[in-house]
């Protein structure tokens, strides 16, 4: 509010069409966190970055509104089933809702794990950018974590079986297989209660941190000079 209200503020005296003023409105503008004022040319070859990143963020966002959509007319219950057969043929535009949302999850998990491939081949994960490129792995984890627990909102028989043996994975896990197990299905199996725990994981826990992770790996991007140069 400082750097508005200042003397010499637009607002106090008028906007004079200078190139110095042009810089300063873009310089002092939210927007410029977004977009820097100069851009390094390999930055914007759609060869090199294959815009996999911005994809993968544009991905997030087509599932952010199509999955609030869909949470309109399902129920984390045993009428679960009900809800999405339901949707698909009974509200209008359902069906292409939940595939837009379907497969934009499986593209999601594809785009992200190239866009970290593109990153490594590039050498982008040295300095300065080692933590940002803990950032990426953190966030194709919590991708992944959002595929999974996803799969199992429909409640059909391959949703529960496909669960229960990811499940029983994790209960190999040393030391602590037999809480992993039970942390994930709220039980000793995949019933309503892991149903439920899965829903609250995937429309809120997850996507927050996800949200939390991508405004610290934008923003590292900047901080680090913007997109790293070739090999």
């Given at each position: 509010m400082n750097s508005i209200f200042r003397p010499g503020s637009p607002f106090r005296k008028g906007y004079v069409d200078s190139p110095r003023n042009r810089s300063y409105v873009v310089m002092n503008n939210v927007l410029y966190h977004l977009h820097p004022v100069k851009v390094k040319r390999h930055g914007v070859?759609?060869?090199?970055?294959?815009?996999?990143?911005?994809?993968?963020?544009?991905?997030?966002?087509?599932?952010?509104?199509?999955?609030i959509w869909l949470m309109f007319y399902f129920r984390p219950t045993e009428l679960a089933y009900v809800d999405i057969q339901n949707l698909q043929t009974s509200i209008a535009?359902?069906?292409?809702?939940?595939?837009?949302?379907?497969?934009?999850?499986?593209?999601?998990?594809?785009?992200?794990?190239?866009?970290?491939?593109?990153?490594f081949y590039h050498g982008a994960y040295k300095a300065p950018r080692e933590f940002n490129w803990v950032i990426g792995v953190i966030l194709l984890l919590l991708t992944l974590l959002l595929s999974f627990t996803g799969y199992l909102l429909p409640w059909d028989q391959l949703a529960i079986w496909a669960v229960t043996v990811g499940g029983n994975m994790a209960g190999y896990t040393p030391v602590i297989g037999a809480q992993a197990k039970f942390g994930l299905f709220a039980g000793l199996e995949a019933t309503t209660a892991t149903l439920l725990r899965f829903y609250v994981l995937h429309v809120l826990f997850l996507p927050f941190i996800i949200v939390i992770f991508m405004a610290v790996h934008f923003w590292r991007v900047r901080k680090d000079g913007g997109i790293s140069g070739p090999l």
């Open positions: 070859r759609l060869s090199y970055t294959l815009c996999l990143g911005g994809l993968s963020f544009f991905l997030f966002i087509v599932l952010t509104i199509t999955g535009f359902g069906s292409l809702v939940r595939n837009m949302h379907r497969w934009g999850a499986h593209l999601m998990v594809l785009v992200v794990f190239l866009h970290m491939s593109r990153v």
